[in-house]
């Protein structure tokens, strides 16, 4: 028996001594994913196939630090007068990860898949202002639209990478399971050397990218659902960089070989309001709940100082367009109570508003299950309130049955909820009257025929004015109530350079950039 | 013997029916629907598209016939998530859950056993006092907790051992580097599984040691040892065989919490990720292989209770 025992200790001790984990292949940057990929810009909206897609597949354009579109596949282009199409120059003697060149035919192939919604198409709605793209010669494309579009160059650098016209040509996009689970074929900085399922994606250096050589030799995405765990990996040298919630920043500040940086994102976080109910129609009462909300509180609390606070629903990133000549919506309950008063809602005698009828100011606020910045943002608010005696009781859910059973056929009161959007002020999709993604509700006809300006004018200058006047009108008529900008906390090796200054997704359309300090790791 | 080994196939086929059949009502019922169409950006054409391909645009009932229909040819159709059929989607899968099931499996066995035995040969010592108190402690801890736990003193700051995946990704380091990974999980999977088979084990051994054919061989003069490690264990197994049958389907099926703290590609984290996703033809497919595991399981064990008990075999 201790003969035994002792034979395990020794056979351990050699297991767990003789190799001490190389802290990071010396040129291999290792980021998480939370889900399997599936390699196809065009079909796949999760964000674990985004961000490798991001790296995979470069779009005509990429936005800089700035969020500025600049060169990537195309080098240049030009609007028409009339702003009724644009030609794109593309980059010559660019070749695909198999080595056959890229043309202006994969361009034309990409959008028609695009427009296409039988091909199972994601990425329609985001371009359903162009009609088509012809092929000028096979270096040059002409995008023709249906309407003036300002977006087109933003969104042609969001997720609309380029696919390969001769390997996919002929067949239903989701049909490509081949090419879509395993081996995939793009112009980026690093081309596909293996995939694990469950566990591993590995890229590796494309000698003949078009753009600056790769800074580190190979990419692995790993597929760490649990952030809890990818903290712990990060800590362990096991990964180089990952995003975390402000609830993990306790487990990375101040931690040898981490550092924390951050960066502001194109979201707004809001309270939606179902403008349809009669309890929120009025935009005095929306603008009242707005002033009763502690803002500044929320972000300096559940988001430790990592969030920008608001004016309207154009975030701070988008430096072009936010309103920066107006300060944040303040935190003024008198306000709020007063104006709840001149819509007819009084406290009665236990403090909770009353309507004439005396009806109660009492809601249901839904928040999806899990992430606690949400949950501790929906708490907040319903502390908030209530001191100003509306009764908000939190309701929480599975975000697909929250948006699936509430918030898509509007049968909610309000939500805590959030949108993502493309490096671009236009948000004709949520906020003018009738469109599929105004789950709010909210109608406002000068700000209709704003957001209709905003996304046909051309001209920056008219353009920023455009959204500053939606800017201003939102003060007034709020068709939500955005709680924060938040900015993206990202946690690094302190090994790692080169990092952009953009959010994650938008940073890997620069992977190229990414390297290691070269002070070699003691082996 | 053939005859009960028939029945039993019997059997675990109609379990596997109504299983299925369960499945399916309870996913459709469930609120949400496949994760596919919870996208706020969704327009109303773009959804009518995404479910028309995906045939959730019909009756559960016509849906529900045609998966009954392609799963007696043995097609249990593609995954939503992963586009991959789902058999295949689960087979690349299924190796690694095997070998971390199988190593806590063995683990589970070859220190719950002895431990237990041990522990009864000296009812009261201060063996019996530790392990039993342990084991307590063991079955209390949720995995994820014990999991987190042994990542940050092994791997975050020992730096001894990995904190996660099944290998090195993107070196190749081979078995040893597979050994390193498997450590933790598989102890963290095999932790409450491992204090049962104590629990078990140990009760049906101070049993065993007060039935008088075990007063009969200490008469003899038969070494204590003897006694013990012979026909003390092989009479108390029989229950405990039972016991570790019942791990089968908790190995295999409910490692998802372990393999998701050690981000295991595991098909525990696999069948989640379905539910979640409300990913149909997947969580159909998961949940009839791991039946059929339980099935499977359940027989064996039975079988391996007629070997060490010929009273059963006669029954």
């Given at each position: 028996?201790?003969?035994?025992?002792?034979?395990?200790?020794?056979?351990?001790?050699?297991?767990?001594?003789?190799?001490?984990?190389?802290?990071?292949?010396?040129?291999?940057?290792?980021?998480?994913?939370?889900?399997?990929?599936?390699?196809?810009?065009?079909?796949?909206?999760?964000?674990?196939?985004?961000?490798?897609?991001?790296?995979?597949?470069?779009?005509?354009?990429?936005?800089?630090?700035?969020?500025?579109?600049?060169?990537?596949?195309?080098?240049?282009?030009?609007?028409?007068?009339?702003?009724?199409?644009?030609?794109?120059?593309?980059?010559?003697?660019?070749?695909?990860?198999?080595?056959?060149?890229?043309?202006?035919?994969?361009?034309?192939?990409?959008?028609?898949?695009?427009?296409?919604?039988?091909?199972?198409?994601?990425?329609?709605?985001?371009?359903?202002?162009?009609?088509?793209?012809?092929?000028?010669?096979?270096?040059?494309?002409?995008?023709?639209?249906?309407?003036?579009?300002?977006?087109?160059?933003?969104?042609?650098?969001?997720?609309?990478?380029?696919?390969?016209?001769?390997?996919?040509?002929?067949?239903?996009?989701?049909?490509?399971?081949?090419?879509?689970?395993?081996?995939?074929?793009g112009t980026g900085p690093f081309r596909i050397e293996r995939v694990v399922p469950g566990a591993s994606v590995t890229l590796v250096r494309n000698a003949s990218?078009?753009?600056?050589?790769?800074?580190?030799?190979?990419?692995?995405?790993?597929?760490?659902?649990?952030?809890?765990?990818?903290?712990?990996?990060?800590?362990?040298?096991?990964?180089?960089?990952?995003?975390?919630?402000?609830?993990?920043?306790?487990?990375?500040?101040?931690?040898?070989?981490?550092?924390?940086?951050?960066?502001?994102?194109?979201q707004h976080w809001y309270v939606g309001f179902n403008a349809s109910t009669p309890m929120f129609s009025s935009p005095i009462v929306r603008r009242a709940l707005?002033?009763?909300?502690?803002?500044?509180?929320?972000?300096?609390?559940?988001?430790?100082?990592?969030?920008?606070?608001?004016?309207?629903?154009?975030?701070?990133?988008?430096?072009?367009?936010?309103?920066?000549?107006?300060?944040?919506?303040?935190?003024?309950?008198?306000?709020?109570?007063?104006?709840?008063?001149?819509?007819?809602?009084?406290?009665?005698?236990?403090?909770?508003?009353?309507?004439?009828?005396?009806?109660?100011?009492?809601?249901?606020?839904?928040?999806?299950?899990?992430?606690?910045?949400?949950?501790?943002?929906?708490?907040?608010?319903?502390?908030?309130?209530?001191?100003?005696?509306?009764?908000?009781?939190?309701?929480?859910?599975?975000?697909?049955?929250?948006?699936?059973?509430?918030?898509?056929?509007?049968?909610?009161?309000?939500?805590?909820?959030?949108?993502?959007?493309?490096?671009?002020?236009?948000?004709?999709?949520?906020?003018?009257?009738?469109?599929?993604?105004?789950?709010?509700?909210?109608?406002?006809?000068?700000?209709?025929?704003?957001?209709?300006?905003?996304?046909?004018?051309?001209?920056?200058?008219?353009?920023?004015?455009?959204?500053?006047?939606?800017?201003?009108?939102?003060?007034?008529?709020?068709?939500?109530?955005?709680?924060?900008?938040?900015?993206?906390?990202?946690?690094?090796?302190?090994?790692?350079?080169?990092?952009?200054?953009?959010?994650?997704?938008?940073?890997?359309?620069?992977?190229?950039?990414?390297?290691?300090?070269?002070?070699?790791?003691?082996? | 013997?053939?005859?009960?080994?028939?029945?039993?196939?019997?059997?675990?086929?109609?379990?596997?029916?109504?299983?299925?059949?369960?499945?399916?009502?309870?996913?459709?019922?469930?609120?949400?629907?496949?994760?596919?169409?919870?996208?706020?950006?969704?327009?109303?054409?773009?959804?009518?598209?995404?479910?028309?391909?995906?045939?959730?645009?019909?009756?559960?009932?016509?849906?529900?016939?045609?998966?009954?229909?392609?799963?007696?040819?043995?097609?249990?159709?593609?995954?939503?998530?992963?586009?991959?059929?789902?058999?295949?989607?689960?087979?690349?899968?299924?190796?690694?859950?095997?070998?971390?099931?199988?190593?806590?499996?063995?683990?589970?066995?070859?220190?719950?056993?002895?431990?237990?035995?041990?522990?009864?040969?000296?009812?009261?010592?201060?063996?019996?006092?530790?392990?039993?108190?342990?084991?307590?402690?063991?079955?209390?801890?949720?995995?994820?907790?014990?999991?987190?736990?042994?990542?940050?003193?092994?791997?975050?700051?020992?730096?001894?051992?990995?904190?996660?995946?099944?290998?090195?990704?993107?070196?190749?380091?081979?078995?040893?580097?597979?050994?390193?990974?498997?450590?933790?999980?598989?102890?963290?999977?095999?932790?409450?599984?491992?204090?049962?088979?104590?629990?078990?084990?140990?009760?049906?051994?101070?049993?065993?040691?007060?039935?008088?054919?075990?007063?009969?061989?200490?008469?003899?003069?038969?070494?204590?040892?003897?006694?013990?490690?012979?026909?003390?264990?092989?009479?108390?197994?029989?229950?405990?065989?039972?016991?570790?049958?019942?791990?089968?389907?908790?190995?295999?099926?409910?490692?998802?919490?372990?393999?998701?703290?050690?981000?295991?590609?595991?098909?525990?984290?696999?069948?989640?990720?379905?539910?979640?996703?409300?990913?149909?033809?997947?969580?159909?497919?998961?949940?009839?292989?791991?039946?059929?595991?339980?099935?499977?399981?359940?027989?064996?064990?039975?079988?391996?209770?007629?070997?060490?008990?010929?009273?059963?075999?006669?029954?």
């Amino acid at each position: 028996m201790t003969r035994c025992v002792r034979a395990m200790c020794m056979s351990l001790s050699l297991l767990l001594g003789c190799t001490r984990a190389p802290a990071g292949g010396d040129d291999t940057l290792r980021l998480p994913l939370i889900n399997d990929p599936i390699f196809n810009p065009v079909i796949a909206p999760d964000i674990g196939s985004v961000m490798v897609n991001k790296v995979l597949f470069p779009g005509l354009v990429r936005p800089d630090e700035q969020l500025r579109p600049v060169p990537d596949l195309a080098v240049s282009w030009q609007a028409a007068a009339d702003g009724m199409s644009w030609t794109f120059v593309l980059r010559p003697n660019v070749t695909w990860h198999d080595g056959a060149p890229f043309s202006a035919r994969d361009v034309k192939f990409t959008f028609d898949q695009i427009l296409d919604l039988a091909s199972g198409s994601r990425l329609r709605s985001d371009f359903s202002a162009v009609d088509g793209v012809d092929i000028v010669d096979s270096l040059t494309v002409r995008f023709r639209l249906k309407a003036p579009f300002a977006p087109l160059l933003p969104l042609l650098g969001y997720n609309a990478g380029i696919l390969p016209e001769h390997i996919l040509k002929g067949r239903k996009l989701t049909d490509a399971v081949a090419f879509n689970r395993t081996t995939p074929v793009g112009t980026g900085p690093f081309r596909i050397e293996r995939v694990v399922p469950g566990a591993s994606v590995t890229l590796v250096r494309n000698a003949s990218y078009f753009g600056a050589a790769p800074g580190v030799a190979r990419m692995v995405f790993k597929v760490v659902p649990d952030i809890n765990a990818q903290v712990a990996q990060l800590r362990a040298g096991e990964l180089d960089l990952i995003t975390i919630e402000p609830a993990n920043l306790g487990s990375v500040e101040g931690v040898a070989g981490v550092r924390v940086l951050q960066v502001p994102v194109v979201q707004h976080w809001y309270v939606g309001f179902n403008a349809s109910t009669p309890m929120f129609s009025s935009p005095i009462v929306r603008r009242a709940l707005g002033f009763a909300v502690n803002r500044q509180a929320i972000a300096a609390g559940v988001l430790k100082g990592y969030a920008d606070l608001p004016g309207g629903t154009i975030p701070v990133a988008l430096r072009d367009f936010y309103d920066s000549a107006a300060a944040p919506v303040p935190y003024a309950p008198d306000s709020a109570r007063r104006l709840l008063a001149s819509a007819g809602w009084n406290p009665g005698p236990d403090g909770t508003l009353k309507n004439a009828k005396g009806e109660p100011f009492a809601f249901e606020l839904l928040v999806d299950k899990g992430n606690p910045t949400r949950e501790q943002s929906a708490l907040a608010v319903q502390q908030d309130l209530g001191k100003i005696g509306v009764r908000a009781t939190i309701r929480t859910m599975e975000f697909a049955a929250l948006v699936r059973d509430r918030v898509l056929p509007a049968t909610y009161a309000a939500v805590l909820i959030w949108w993502t959007t493309p490096p671009d002020p236009d948000q004709y999709a949520f906020y003018v009257t009738g469109q599929d993604n105004n789950h709010v509700k909210w109608s406002n006809r000068t700000a209709d025929s704003l957001l209709s300006l905003g996304r046909a004018t051309q001209d920056p200058i008219q353009r920023r004015a455009i959204y500053t006047a939606f800017q201003r009108l939102e003060r007034d008529d709020p068709p939500v109530l955005v709680l924060f900008y938040p900015r993206e906390i990202q946690a690094a090796s302190t090994r790692l350079e080169g990092i952009p200054a953009l959010g994650i997704r938008d940073a890997l359309r620069h992977s190229e950039r990414f390297r290691f300090a070269r002070q070699d790791t003691i082996r | 013997m053939i005859r009960f080994l028939l029945r039993r196939l019997g059997h675990g086929l109609f379990v596997l029916f109504v299983v299925s059949t369960v499945t399916f009502a309870i996913m459709s019922a469930a609120p949400g629907g496949p994760s596919l169409l919870a996208d706020p950006k969704l327009s109303v054409a773009e959804r009518a598209a995404i479910e028309s391909r995906l045939g959730i645009d019909q009756p559960v009932t016509v849906q529900y016939t045609r998966w009954l229909g392609r799963a007696v040819r043995g097609d249990l159709g593609a995954s939503f998530l992963y586009q991959t059929s789902s058999l295949s989607t689960i087979g690349s899968r299924l190796p690694q859950t095997l070998l971390l099931a199988g190593t806590a499996l063995l683990l589970t066995i070859g220190i719950g056993i002895p431990l237990g035995m041990s522990a009864a040969a000296r009812p009261g010592s201060r063996l019996d006092r530790i392990v039993t108190s342990s084991s307590g402690i063991a079955l209390a801890v949720p995995a994820f907790w014990l999991g987190m736990i042994l990542i940050l003193v092994f791997a975050v700051w020992a730096r001894l051992l990995p904190a996660g995946g099944a290998v090195t990704e993107g070196v190749s380091l081979g078995l040893l580097d597979r050994l390193r990974h498997l450590i933790l999980p598989a102890l963290v999977l095999a932790a409450a599984g491992c204090a049962e088979v104590v629990r078990y084990t140990r009760s049906a051994a101070l049993t065993t040691l007060a039935l008088p054919f075990v007063q009969a061989l200490r008469a003899r003069g038969i070494s204590p040892a003897r006694v013990l490690w012979r026909h003390g264990l092989r009479h108390a197994l029989v229950s405990v065989v039972s016991v570790i049958g019942l791990q089968l389907p908790r190995l295999v099926g409910g490692a998802a919490i372990t393999e998701t703290v050690f981000s295991w590609p595991g098909m525990g984290r696999l069948g989640v990720e379905a539910a979640l996703g409300r990913d149909y033809p997947l969580v159909m497919a998961v949940t009839l292989v791991v039946s059929a595991g339980v099935v499977v399981a359940s027989i064996m064990a039975d079988l391996a209770q007629m070997l060490l008990d010929p009273r059963i075999r006669t029954a």
